[in-house]
């Protein structure tokens, strides 16, 4: 059987996993209790390959390997920041590349994962946006960044993993396919609270209202950046289709859901979406579904070298008119300038050395490592 007819098991929910192996088993004619080991070496123990899970006999892992595979992605590059920050960059096993961003501070260690390989939102202030869109994630590459970057925080005397956001490339809610289950997996096979799992969007309407008719209480982070849509129009494609006040009924009906927090998440453009004028209907707004405010400073990125972050005491400025009205309100720090932390960066700089090694091959040297030798 090939791989791409194999089964992978970090694709499956836990009552999927638990199907499959009991049926494969059972066909095997082996003890039931198989399954349940096999469950606890890929939940428990996070096992890459059926050779670690030593409890089985030899023919039962070798079988296993016929049938099923375990499609955790291997590291292309890891960046370490002064501040701690870490960015991997994640290769798939079709080649792909694709990031995730751990991030420590002293009561958490927050996982920042991707949902799809670029990015069709076309946000103007998103370096993923600006490198285009190559493919949906499978649920199983998804929680593979999980069991990758839990692996190496261990490793690393970083902690265990305490919240997952989904906030790295790509639009979760364009990718319910696979981004549901994964939450699924998440959640009952590796024990992460729902509440602490957080999955963002720009405003995909059907996605908010199928995540609001889960049981589980999972997070929703709302890419607002403009309290109205003329302004947003212009940051975020999306608001054509979803305009804002479709946007806001939509977030009304998930905070009726009960338990679900919302967050806004705002990042301060200078000149663009910073007038204080702004505050006002940005707290009508956050007052309406209970919203929390993050205020993020714009991290630049080469693709707009016009823009920059608003100035601190115009960040300040949102933050104190913001509390006054009543609303949650946070400025996020920074992080991760040093290793190209924003969503997108070190994936498209990666490409453009592969772009730039290829073309050097063609014209008559040999041909390139997939990751050139000075992004390994």
């Known amino acids: 059987m090939s791989s791409v007819d194999r089964i992978d098991l970090l694709s499956l929910t836990p009552e999927e996993l638990r199907a499959a192996l009991r049926a494969h088993f059972a066909a095997r004619r082996q003890p039931g209790y198989r399954a349940e080991q096999v469950e606890r070496w890929i939940f428990q123990e996070m096992a890459r390959t059926f050779d670690e899970m030593t409890v089985l006999p030899v023919a039962e892992r070798n079988a296993l390997g016929e049938a099923f595979r375990i499609d955790e992605p291997e590291p292309a590059t890891i960046q370490v920041s002064g501040d701690g920050t870490v960015k991997h960059l994640w290769r798939l096993a079709d080649g792909e590349l694709v990031e995730s961003v751990l991030i420590p501070t002293e009561r958490r260690l927050t996982l920042c994962i991707s949902s799809q390989a670029g990015c069709a939102m076309g946000c103007t202030f998103c370096a993923t946006g600006w490198g285009g869109f190559d493919r949906q994630l499978t649920a199983g590459e998804i929680v593979g960044q999980y069991r990758g970057s839990r692996r190496w925080a261990e490793e690393n005397a970083y902690g265990p993993i305490t919240n997952i956001v989904y906030m790295g490339m790509g639009e979760p809610l364009a990718n319910r396919k696979a981004v549901h289950p994964s939450l699924t997996i998440l959640n009952q096979g590796y024990d992460v609270g729902a509440r602490r799992i957080t999955v963002s969007t720009v405003g995909v309407v059907p996605g908010i209202l199928e995540l609001a008719g889960r049981p589980e209480q999972f997070r929703l982070a709302l890419s607002l950046h403009a309290p109205d849509t003329d302004l947003r129009r212009e940051i975020i494609p999306l608001e054509k289709r979803h305009p804002l006040p479709e946007l806001i009924e939509a977030l009304e009906h998930f905070d009726d859901a009960g338990g679900k927090r919302i967050t806004f998440e705002y990042t301060m453009i200078d000149g663009i979406n910073d007038d204080l004028t702004l505050i ?72 453009v050395q592969i772009e730039r090694h290829s073309r050097t091959a063609t014209s008559g040297d040999a041909a390139p490592d997939p990751i050139p030798a000075d992004l390994a």
């Open 280 to 351: 006002q209907p940005l707290a009508e707004l956050a007052d309406r579904v209970d919203a929390f405010v993050n205020l993020i400073p714009f991290n630049p990125i080469p693709y707009q070298p016009d823009w920059g972050p608003s100035p601190k005491q115009r960040i300040r400025a949102f933050e104190s008119g913001l509390s006054d009205r009543g609303v949650a309100v946070a400025v996020r720090e920074t992080r991760g300038r040093d290793i190209d932390a924003a969503c997108g960066q070190l994936r498209g700089h990666t490409l």
